[in-house]
């Protein structure tokens, strides 16, 4: 018997109530996620004159201000460590933070042309923005080691546990983009606020000061802030210093996963709202 090459119609329908995650669409929409972070890297550095310099400059020249005020004029301690690398070395894993969490905040608004014309998982979207920080955070960490170099420092018989800080750092900014995306698309003054809650959440993360300056009575309180765990883990796997896996590093862990599962739930939910409000 023939076979037969009919087309196959597939009929889309808006979710109802807390829908299924439906996370095998992600896979079978894989190369779609590779265009997107592709596309979200080219449009960042187009007719850029230093092109992927940006990478190195932004947490380059913070670590500069940093060290000059924070390290020079306040003395602030850095744990025995060259307060540059101190601050450089945190600095790394919260730009990577930072920047994936701006974008996937902006990336349902700013693809509003694609959402409303074509079909496709909307998740795309905030995770391929995520992936594109990693080649920024790649770059700026060949810079990271040519400073350990230059100070004559090597990294710990632990460096082997640094991919799992950095992952952890993405399933953060995958939990709060998926978060604040969905609502940015239904509340736009959330575009308004992302800057802020990223300066805020800055000052209240170790990154120019060491988590061992927070009172033993905050510890706790204070380890609810998942890149508290991210940041003390990055030092503490390259330059020995900080505190390692334990208690806060747990809490903090514990915190990323529930803002991720609940992120996923709730963008879900929303979903079928993005062709129309967006």
């Known amino acids: 018997m023939a076979a037969t090459n009919e087309p196959r119609t597939i009929t889309i329908r808006p979710s109802k109530g807390w829908a299924a995650l439906n996370l095998k669409d992600i896979w079978n929409y894989r190369e779609l996620i590779y265009f997107f972070t592709w596309r979200d890297l080219k449009v960042r550095y187009k007719q850029t004159l230093l092109g992927a310099s940006w990478a190195v400059l932004q947490p380059f020249l913070t670590m500069v201000v940093f060290s000059v005020f924070f390290g020079g004029l306040a003395k602030v301690p850095s744990d025995g460590v060259p307060y540059p690398i101190f601050s450089y070395t945190a600095l790394l894993p919260w730009t990577l933070f ?7 905040s902006r990336s349902l608004v700013s693809s509003a042309n694609i959402i409303s014309k074509v079909y496709f998982p909307r998740l795309i979207l905030p995770l391929a923005s995520v992936l594109a920080g990693v080649v920024d955070f790649l770059i700026a960490f060949v810079v990271l080691l040519a400073m350990m170099l230059y100070y004559g420092i090597r990294p710990t018989a632990n460096v082997w546990t640094l991919p799992l800080f950095v992952l952890l750092a993405l399933i953060t900014a995958i939990g709060v983009g998926l978060w604040l995306s969905a609502l940015n698309v239904m509340y736009r003054d959330v575009g308004y606020i992302i800057p802020f809650l990223t300066q805020f959440w800055m000052y209240i993360t170790p ?6 300056m927070v009172p033993e009575k905050w510890k706790f ?3 609810l802030n998942p890149l508290t765990g991210v940041v003390e883990g990055f030092r503490w796997a390259l330059l020995g210093t900080g505190e390692g896996p334990g208690t806060s590093l747990f809490i903090s862990a514990s915190i990323s996963i529930l803002l991720t599962i609940s992120g996923l739930f709730y963008f879900r939910r929303m979903e079928r709202k993005f062709a129309d409000m967006v």
Do not use: F, T
Request: proline share 6%; glycine share 0%; net charge neutral.
């Open 98 to 104: 930072s920047k994936a969490m701006q974008d996937a």
């Open 207 to 212: 990154i120019a000061y060491p988590a061992s």
């Open 221 to 223: 309180i204070y380890a």
